[in-house]
């Protein structure tokens, strides 16, 4: 684990809280995309970088469900625990994206070309979107085994790609 890499927030530590655990890690979440982006903006690769704040769904911000939750429609996304305890990784590793542990890649999906951040080591992605003039916060989630392997493609063939 690369010691930049904040640590999970159990959700056991919150004896079965739900509603206590999930405003716990919204407030992680405004700590390191909202608050921070008021006071100055936030950056990848040296150009503007958002986050997704509509629509927005029980009063918080669509990029916020996509780090915590699993589903294609916004409003029945349903709250995935590995996710939300992970909640402090996403800023991390997009502050930290340079470092080696890091497998950096673009992955053109239809018309759209995503940027994906894969800390291999700890099993975890996060995606985000490059659009015209800035760069966006999509999801983030942790990696599957057998997602694993189709991701190691996509690298190869990005690497390939690339020359």
């Avoid at 979440?29 to 982006?37: A, G, H, N, P, S």
């Avoid at 503007?48 to 699993?70: Q, Y």
């Avoid at 996304?77 to 996710?83: A, C, G, H, N, W």
Wanted: aromatic share 12%.
């Amino acid at each position: 684990m690369p010691i930049w890499l904040p640590p999970i927030v159990p959700y056991s530590d919150f004896n079965g809280d739900w509603v206590a655990f999930l405003e716990e890690i919204y407030s992680q979440f405004r700590q390191d995309f909202l608050d921070d982006f008021n006071r100055r903006s936030l950056t990848f690769d040296g150009g503007t970088l958002s986050v997704r704040r509509h629509p927005l769904v029980r009063g918080k911000e669509a990029s916020f469900w996509h780090l915590i939750s699993t589903g294609d429609i916004e409003e029945d996304r349903i709250p995935d625990f590995d996710r939300c305890e992970r909640i402090k990784w996403a800023r991390a590793i997009i502050d930290n994206h340079d470092d080696p542990a890091i497998k950096k890649f673009k992955s053109e999906r239809s018309s759209n070309i995503n940027i994906c951040l894969w800390l291999e080591s700890e099993n975890y992605m996060v995606v985000l979107g490059q659009r015209n003039g800035y760069t966006i916060l999509l999801t983030a989630y942790v990696v599957t085994a057998h997602r694993a392997k189709a991701l190691q493609k996509d690298y190869e063939a990005y690497l390939k790609k690339r020359g």
